[in-house]
């Protein structure tokens, strides 16, 4: 089996910031136990003490981490950044949904790192020998300017000591030294405190606590001290987090294949067994990519009945049922490439221009637009007819860009469409519900996912930072106006928000284009996006592509600003390509089946941040790495994570790697001399950020299901099983067995006990695992 946890946060609200000056701009970042890397890091919200982010992020983390930390951090233009405070959670504590209080953030407990020990015990007569081979340490905090530390371990039994030398501008510091203590055997009872601990040694002032362990055989996590945090009565501020973690256990795909079976095949319930049902979607397979099920899928809608459960038309789709939430998110998986290249263009200009737009007379403020004249401060009437030139202009370019998009819009979204017109069209059939099969498609297309990426370009990946105050007021009432056009113009006139009457004539006159828009986007054949059983995932599909800075390892050693070179990679499943300019005609690339580990690079390594380095191996077993720098910590951990999700199915990765490089005849991280030295950090290939990119696993998602289905087979029985199913389903549950397991059939084809079937017959744990058994029988009577 194979075992992952995935952690997700959502990140609301922050309040009650201290104002230790006249304003904050706060951003939060977050880090988890066994490292000193930032995981993520949310967009900084200028000049607010009480800040929105609404941001969510998606982690795949390694099974052996302890606890997940937020800081809240006030950025500064000129020096490092201060630390507002911090909100620790323990692994046990993951799974809440409520304001947290921050607390003061204290340097001894901030640790992290393990430690690698021997122990040795030699008795005497009245005295014992406690010998401790103190051999490495690895991943300790840095508490120097530089980024690193002077690390020495001391050893400590009861009142005696015994210390190691120090280790210079290290995080990876080699010892190998063996520390003795003699001791009286009365000193070796149960109550006896044995430790080692590991400090920065400073020459001016008090030496930093690096952490402690216990003192036994093999390598160690360094722990705090212990103190308790304070949280200062919520002086500090408070932080509103939703954070959920998913432990999951992945069995080997042979024993998902039966239901990856079942639930590809048409779904036809005893009440819908003259329903006509089109040909299932093609199988998904493991190592499946994003763009083998675009293809494969025809359309999901066809299991949801939608419209046959609404008898209103004003209320279709209207609520956030399985469906609709189904179909949003079904959008941003295969739309979201398409939605930057419609729309990325004026969100930037929007947030270039920084114009001051605003139509309601109640929030109006004329010295917000003045300019400098002789005429003096702008009236009200010209800050209006000024707001409704502007959002004119802005709308009728959105508009023209979407309506001009059909060949752009994703195969699958449109046969999903036609699906969804034809469906609701053969519902409602009445003269007057004429525009229900446009308002069907145009309330999930535009007010469902146009209108919140224009509202909220950030979580939307069209901008890397929150817009402000006046940006977001203008991207507000143009996602107003885009809702309006989605309502087909139906609603104008009637709502509370009469000032927006102005943008009225440009929705009407818009309402033509957008229903021609809808006819050719339907247009299209349903099975324009079926491809082979097993459609590769194309080498000229680019899965990520942007400007970085490549580091010149050519030539003499060149200062560290002057030797990395801006060069525009590109990402595809195939290979990572970069060159001079995006136009460039020559590349020079690297095949990904070659990469076998990437990592980021310690920042004293080049005194530089938000370093990575792609590790590879060549034909004759030789390594090979190129550091790359990227713009930000959040850019840097997107590209670490495509890459490591482009080699993930790679055979040859390394178990360990130099955070450092190997400079002056010596690696900066671990001090050690020989180039081809053993790495002193372990690699962390599986700690990638989640994102609509990701490759889909099928195993995955069908273990996701078998749970939802696990946990409801009860109410399943109940209602799609007959009396005599399950009075058998109730038997073969009840049946004592050593190892307490159930059985539970699925029906296939009619519903079981009623004429001749197909049923698969799982054995099932507790827990909710399907145990490696599985098979398919067939049923009579």
């Known amino acids: 089996p194979l075992w992952g946890e995935r952690w997700e946060s959502r990140l609301a609200i922050y309040r009650s910031l201290p104002s230790r000056n006249s304003h904050h701009v706060p951003y939060i970042k977050s880090a988890f136990s066994d490292t000193v890397n930032v995981i993520f890091r949310t967009a900084t919200i200028w000049k607010n003490l009480n800040p929105f982010w609404g941001e969510e992020y998606t982690l795949h983390l390694p099974m052996g981490f302890h606890s997940l930390s937020f800081y809240v951090m006030d950025?500064?233009?000129?020096?490092?950044?201060?630390?507002?405070?911090?909100?620790?959670?323990?692994?046990?504590?993951?799974?809440?949904?409520?304001?947290?209080?921050?607390?003061?953030?204290?340097?001894?407990?901030?640790v992290q790192g393990e430690i690698h020990l021997g122990l040795e015990l030699h008795r005497e007569t009245e005295k014992v020998c406690l010998r401790c081979h103190v051999i490495e340490a690895r991943d300790l905090a840095p508490r120097d300017i530089s980024g690193t530390s002077d690390p020495f371990a001391r050893v400590i039994v009861n009142h005696h000591s015994a210390d190691t030398s120090i280790i210079k501008k290290t995080r990876f510091p080699h010892w190998g030294e063996n520390l003795e203590l003699d001791l009286e055997l009365e000193e070796l009872s149960d109550e006896a405190m044995v430790t080692l601990e590991v400090w920065d040694w400073d020459m001016v002032g008090k030496n930093d606590f690096l952490g402690k362990t216990p003192l036994l055989q093999g390598w160690f996590r360094l722990l705090p001290l212990g103190n308790n945090e304070d949280d200062v009565g919520g002086k500090l501020g408070a932080l509103r987090l939703k954070v959920r973690l998913v432990e999951d256990r992945i069995l080997p795909s042979m024993y998902y294949q039966p239901l990856m079976d079942l639930l590809v095949e048409s779904v036809i319930s005893p009440t819908e067994v003259h329903t006509k049902i089109p040909d299932p979607p093609q199988h998904y397979a493991p190592g499946d990519r994003l763009s083998d099920v675009k293809r494969k899928i025809k359309t999901f809608l066809l299991v949801f009945p939608f419209p046959s459960t609404t008898a209103d038309p004003n209320t279709l789709f209207r609520s956030n049922s399985l469906a609709s939430k189904a179909m949003e998110q079904f959008m941003k998986a295969v739309g979201m490439l398409y939605l930057h290249e419609v729309l990325k263009p004026i969100i930037n200009r929007v947030f270039d221009d920084k114009k001051y737009v605003e139509l309601d007379p109640c929030k109006i403020e004329q010295n917000r637009s003045r300019r400098i004249s002789f005429k003096g401060a702008v009236s009200e009437a010209e800050v209006r007819d000024s707001s409704v030139e502007m959002l004119q202009g802005y709308l009728t370019s959105i508009l023209q860009s979407?309506?001009?998009?059909?060949?752009?819009?994703?195969?699958?979204?449109?046969?999903?469409?036609?699906?969804?017109?034809?469906?609701?069209?053969e519902q409602f059939v009445q003269p007057e519900n004429e525009d229900v099969k446009y308002l069907a498609i145009s309330g999930f297309f535009f007010l469902r996912f146009f209108a919140p990426a224009i509202l909220t370009p950030k979580l939307f990946h069209l901008r890397d930072q929150h817009a402000d105050t006046r940006t977001s007021r203008t991207l507000l009432l143009l996602a107003k106006a885009l809702q309006s056009v989605g309502n087909l113009g139906l609603q104008l006139g009637h709502g509370k928000e009469q000032w927006m009457a102005p943008l009225h004539p440009i929705i009407l006159c818009s309402v033509a284009s957008v229903k021609d828009f809808l006819d050719k986007l339907i247009d299209i054949d349903h099975d324009v996006s079926e491809g082979p059983l097993r459609a590769r995932f194309l080498?000229?599909?680019?899965?990520?592509?942007?400007?970085?800075?490549?580091?010149?390892?050519?030539?003499?050693?060149?200062?560290?600003?002057?030797?990395?070179?801006?060069?525009?990679?590109?990402?595809?499943?195939?290979?990572?390509?970069?060159?001079?300019?995006?136009?460039?005609?020559?590349?020079?690339?690297?095949?990904?089946?070659?990469?076998?580990?990437?990592?980021?690079?310690?920042?004293?390594?080049?005194?530089?941040?938000?370093?990575?380095?792609?590790?590879?191996?060549d034909n004759d077993a030789q390594l090979h790495t190129m550091y790359i720098q990227c713009k930000n910590v959040n850019d840097l951990n997107q590209w670490l994570s495509a890459i490591r999700k482009a080699s993930i199915y790679n055979e040859r990765m390394l178990p360990s790697f130099h955070p450092g490089a190997h400079r002056s005849g010596k690696w900066s991280c671990c001090l050690q001399a020989e180039r081809g030295a053993l790495g002193c950090s372990r690699s962390h290939s599986a700690v990638t950020l989640g994102d609509w990119s990701d490759p889909l696993d099928p195993d995955v998602e069908t273990q996701t299901i078998y749970k939802q289905l696990h946990q409801g087979r009860d109410k399943l029985g109940k209602k799609y099983l007959d009396p005599a199913s399950r009075v058998g389903a109730h038997l073969c549950s009840s049946r004592p067995t050593v190892l307490q397991h159930c059985f539970w059939g699925v029906g296939r084809g009619r519903s079981l006990g009623r004429g001749t079937g197909t049923a698969m017959l799982c054995f099932l744990s507790h827990n909710g695992d399907i145990l490696p058994r599985t098979e398919n029988i067939s049923l009579s009577g």
């Open 75 to 110: 950025e500064d233009t000129i020096g490092h950044d201060d630390v507002i405070g911090k909100i620790s959670l323990s692994k046990e504590a993951i799974g809440l949904d409520s304001w947290v209080n921050l607390t003061r953030v204290n340097p001894d407990e901030e």
């Open 402 to 425: 979407i309506v001009a998009s059909v060949d752009q819009c994703p195969p699958v979204m449109r046969v999903v469409f036609k699906q969804l017109h034809k469906r609701v069209e």
């Open 539 to 617: 080498p000229s599909v680019t899965v990520k592509e942007g400007y970085l800075h490549k580091h010149k390892a050519e030539g003499p050693q060149l200062l560290s600003r002057f030797a990395f070179k801006k060069r525009y990679f590109w990402l595809t499943s195939e290979t990572l390509a970069y060159a001079k300019t995006p136009d460039w005609q020559v590349r020079s690339s690297i095949p990904i089946q070659r990469v076998c580990a990437v990592e980021r690079v310690d920042e004293n390594a080049f005194q530089q941040q938000h370093v990575m380095q792609v590790i590879t191996q």
